[in-house]
């Protein structure tokens, strides 16, 4: 029996201000337990709360780019509950009129199966409304008692919610890896899920195919994309075997213990809080101007989706490639530099930087903000590359150099004597070597056995130390075999 | 000195004929004397006044004094100021010294003001009688088995016994003006997001405003010169050209509209201060005003929809009081929840705690759209009543208070007679307008009489003018309870 999975997401985004949502304290992370914590952050009694507007323009960035409706006007609300890291007994955040509306997000899914192939999809963005985030509460270092620590206590967040639009664990791992490039490529937030700057919540229910919406069991706080598969899959089983042992699922808040693999619940609906939620009567309603919204987009960057298309239009390049080399705002920002030390290199720029940068930046274990090679760097080894100075396996020594012990590519070609040789009279008088050497296999070819082409091609680039140019080897090859 | 003015004191305190430090002290000596009578100060701190007053000497020594500079004036204890004990009347916070000064503290401490001491008040402004109090009730000066009204008690005692010439006060619902009817002193809440509330204790935080309580208008408007500006602290502060309330005081009143809504003088109304209301009234006339009958149809809701959303807020606000981070918190406690229900409980008054479970009630999943949102519209409709109104008057007259201050205790056991104390001031902070009041008389039993004077939006200035010139020729705002005159 088949079932069907639904999954929706609610992401928390810290919004990269450097001070509070409501307050001028810092939000700089890793500070000495309440060093941030200002009379607001405390909420000493008396004290009132003031909006910061970089948390605003970057809650309309993300509206500009996910094509979302941006509300005029939003409601900032009380919600109510007592939690010792909760210093005002409320959390501040919006209910019914958020500042951002309906939107969209194209993922582009890798399937975890083998055989099937990447897709791309829509996910629809139900809202995302500005917040304020708790402290933390510090167990373990205070005998019996647990200390507080308020420096987070105030930080902005923007909350995405998404539609239950997701039917498996890797497309909602595609979608929040989607989410988690957009809100760094908009620079709206610097992604740090160690740090807690990007936290998922997941809402797991399944189905029969055509049924209802099943029950939802919400997975909270996962911190890592390998983390969300594998609680997922774990909860999507439990769900199935749970009902086709003939229990029932009830809707409750989940953690997911990544020692063990396993969900567990944290709550149950029984004792779900009732918010009381009701309009903050300490802040006016937020009011965004068209004018606002202007100036705003002005400072947005060019989008993936615009950047796949133009190098898809303009630079000719695959749609798969552009797709990859949008993968984030660094990359893309990497490739378009490259590009502006060999233009109308487009596709060996790309093939190099999805090839061998990934490649080695992935074995190194860095991302593209710590690759070791510029792009000047490697704009010029391409240049040496496409004016035939070196050949591909000359330019992969060279990039290894660099990437390595640094320095130029003309440099590195020098010092290793890497420059191809392009002197069609030293290539003919070595072809014509081989073809005394080997009259036998010289004999074969001519009979018919093409294959053994590829034979003298290895064994001339070989004599050449690797520095023939291989077009020009070819042709000579090709010249002097035909007899 | 006792009788004299703000600005006669300003204007001896300039010219050397006393000095601040003498002047505080004097007024310090005059608290220990007759404050144990009155219960009007929760903490007092003589070596801090002092120190003022000294720096005030200072600065009128150098020329730099200032309209306020070097006179002592009561805070209302719901203000935080720097170093201060700052209760809000409450045990919850019977420890809670403030690191820091509210906006108006501020705004005082800038002008050279000293603070003479925290007046007593309903807890956490909760209450018409000061009887909430968690540090005693205030005592009526013109009668001391009288309550002084409230939650503005304290400040309002202490001017009319003239324990000090001026003191702050806030009103969300009447606390500043009821108090001053009681007590037979003037008192002016004004336009909401006039003066910030940053550093003020909130109760609910869309009708609270703070002002300023003396005995005459003319020493309102000084204050009130002091009180006001934007604050970029306080979201609800609003930018406003300054202008000086001061200056309209002089003006005739001919030609001036005073409404009088019929609602003010139906049933509810005892007969004598209904009396010393029309007497008032009558006063204007001679004074060259009109009377023009109005209506406001929808104040008869404003005390039902004050209850739905003053607890609400209340609530809400509240609930930072939770002993985890400062002030009282229960001595023995087994968990968290434990924690948090025993310190609320200890910590919190009867009155506090009913409005608590009125607001968590009225904000509940399923009762928020019945009251709250309710409420929400027909608050709009009385702020609309006074729109219309003022299309045909320039300023509204009526009673500040049903009755005249009534006996300790009395109406303890009935929390709806104490709320309807208020069922003349309420719609104004509903409608987030200017209200003020100011001696018209005295009762049957020689209690003092407010007259309510309600303006416009930012019609303070002319609010003022009017007060002024009926104090001009009347002498109630100068009248002194009998028997506490003291050591002058």
Redesign the interface.
């Known amino acids: 029996m088949t079932w069907e999975i639904v999954i929706g997401l609610e992401v928390h985004a810290q919004l990269s201000t450097n001070t509070k949502i409501f307050s001028g304290a810092s939000t700089e992370y890793g500070a000495e337990p309440n060093t941030q914590a200002d009379a607001v952050s405390i909420a000493l009694p008396g004290v009132l709360p003031v909006l910061n507007k970089g948390a605003v323009e970057r809650a309309i960035k993300f509206g500009l780019a996910t094509g979302s409706h941006i509300a005029e006007r939003s409601v900032f609300a009380r919600k109510n509950y007592f939690y010792p890291d909760l210093p005002k007994g409320y959390q501040i955040s919006q209910f019914d009129l958020p500042v951002v509306g309906q939107g969209t997000l194209t993922i582009h899914v890798e399937p975890l199966s083998g055989n099937a192939k990447p897709y791309e999809k829509l996910v629809r963005i139900t809202r995302a409304h500005l917040e304020e985030d708790a402290g933390k509460s510090l167990h373990g270092d205070f005998q019996d008692m647990t200390g507080i620590d308020l420096n987070r206590a105030g930080t902005p967040l923007l909350e995405i919610v998404s539609e239950p639009d997701m039917c498996s664990a890797a497309e909602a791992v595609a979608y929040a890896k989607a989410l988690h490039t957009l809100v760094r490529w908009i620079g709206i937030c610097d992604g740090n899920m160690q740090e807690g700057s990007f936290r998922c919540d997941v809402n797991v229910s399944v189905r029969k195919p055509g049924a209802e919406l099943g029950t939802r069991r919400e997975i909270k706080n996962l911190n890592s994309f390998k983390f969300m598969q594998q609680a997922i899959d774990y909860e999507v089983q439990w769900q199935i075997d749970t009902i086709e042992n003939g229990g029932k699922i009830h809707q409750a808040t989940i953690l997911f213990n990544p020692d063990t693999g396993e969900t567990r619940a944290m709550r149950s609906k029984e004792d779900a809080h009732d918010y009381r939620y009701f309009p903050d009567p300490d802040l006016l309603p937020l009011e965004i101007s068209q004018q606002w919204i202007n100036d705003v987009r002005a400072t947005l960057p060019e989008l993936p989706k615009a950047k796949q298309a133009r190098y898809v239009n303009d630079l000719g390049l695959s749609a798969y490639d552009a797709s990859l080399l949008t993968a984030s705002r660094e990359m893309a920002d990497f490739f378009e530099a490259v590009l502006g030390v060999v233009p109308a290199q487009a596709k060996i720029s790309a093939n190099w930087i999805i090839g061998e940068v990934s490649a080695q930046l992935n074995r190194d274990g860095f991302d593209m903000a710590q690759c070791p090679i510029t792009s000047q760097q490697l704009g010029g080894m391409l240049a040496r590359i496409t004016d035939g100075t070196i050949s591909n396996s000359g330019a992969k020594e060279v990039f290894r150099t660099m990437w390595a012990e640094g320095g130029n590519a003309d440099a590195i070609i020098e010092t290793k004597g890497l420059k191809q040789v392009s002197d069609s009279g030293a290539i003919e008088s070595l072809v014509d070597e081989i073809i005394l050497a080997h009259a036998d296999k010289v004999a074969e070819y001519r009979s018919g056995k093409d294959k053994l082409f590829g034979f003298f091609v290895g064994i001339a680039m070989k004599a050449s130390k690797g520095k023939a140019n291989p077009a020009q080897l070819n042709d000579i090859l090709k010249k002097k075999l035909a007899g | 000195m006792f009788e004299s003015s703000l600005r006669q004191q300003g204007d001896a305190l300039r010219a050397k004929k006393i000095s601040s430090v003498e002047l505080t002290q004097l007024y310090l000596d005059r608290i220990a004397a007759l404050n144990p009578r009155l219960n009007a100060f929760i903490t007092l701190n003589q070596d801090m006044s002092l120190a003022q007053a000294h720096k005030a000497d200072a600065r009128l020594a150098s020329g730099q004094g200032d309209l306020l500079t070097g006179i002592p004036i009561a805070q209302k204890d719901i203000?935080?100021a720097k170093g201060w004990l700052?209760t809000?009347g409450s045990k919850m916070?019977h420890n809670?010294v403030?690191?820091?000064d509210?906006h108006i503290i501020s705004q005082f401490n800038n002008a050279g003001a000293v603070n003479l001491g925290k007046t007593n008040m309903d807890e956490f402004a909760m209450g018409s009688s000061n009887e909430t109090s968690h540090y005693g009730t205030v005592k009526n000066p013109w009668d001391t088995s009288r309550v002084p009204g409230g939650s503005s008690g304290g400040s309002a005692a202490t001017v009319a016994a003239r324990l000090c010439a001026a003191a702050t006060g806030t009103d969300t619902g009447g606390s500043i003006r009821q108090p001053a009817a009681l007590c037979g002193i003037s008192g002016l809440k004004p336009t909401y997001g006039l003066v910030s509330?940053?550093?003020?204790?909130?109760f609910?935080?869309?009708l609270d405003q703070a002002g300023p309580m003396a005995r005459s208008a003319e020493d309102l408007a000084l204050l009130l010169n002091t009180m006001v500006g934007f604050d970029?602290?306080?979201?609800?502060s609003l930018q406003r050209e300054v202008e000086d309330y001061a200056c309209n005081l002089n003006k005739p009143l001919s030609g001036l509209r005073i409404g009088l809504p019929k609602e003010f003088f139906a049933d509810g109304l005892d007969n004598d201060v209904a009396q010393a209301v029309e007497t008032a009234i009558a006063e204007y006339k001679n004074l060259g005003a009109t009377i023009i009958d109005i209506t406001l149809p929808n104040s008869r809701l404003s005390v039902p929809v004050y209850y739905v959303l003053a607890p609400?807020?209340a609530?809400?606000n509240?609930?930072?009081?939770?002993g985890?981070?400062?002030g009282y918190r229960a001595p023995e406690y087994t968990d968290?929840a434990d924690m948090?229900e025993k310190s609320r409980s200890q910590g919190f008054g009867e009155e506090v705690k009913r409005r608590i479970m009125i607001g968590?009630y009225v904000?509940?999943?399923g009762y928020?759209d019945a009251y709250?949102l309710q409420a929400q519209k027909i608050r709009r409709l009385i702020a609309q009543d006074f729109t219309e109104a003022y299309k045909h008057c320039d300023v509204i007259m009526g009673p500040t208070s049903p009755s005249t201050a009534f006996k300790l205790g009395e109406k303890g056991d009935d929390p709806v007679q104490m709320y309807l104390s208020d069922i003349y001031t309420i719609a104004v902070n509903l409608a987030g307008l200017p209200g003020m009041s100011i001696p018209c008389g005295f009762g049957e039993n020689n209690m003092p009489v407010g007259l309510q004077i309600i303006g416009n939006y930012f019609d303070e200035a002319r609010m003022l003018n009017v007060a002024h010139q009926y104090q001009l020729a009347t002498d109630w705002h100068n009248r002194v309870p009998q028997g506490l005159q003291g050591n002058e």
């Not at chain 2, 509330?197 to 909130?202: C, F, K, N, P």
């Open positions: 203000f935080c700052t809000c916070l809670f403030s690191p820091y509210a509330r940053y550093g003020m204790i909130a609910a935080s869309s970029e602290r306080d979201s609800t609400a807020e609530s809400s509240l609930s930072r009081f939770d985890v981070r400062y968290l948090y968590t904000l509940s999943h928020y709250y």
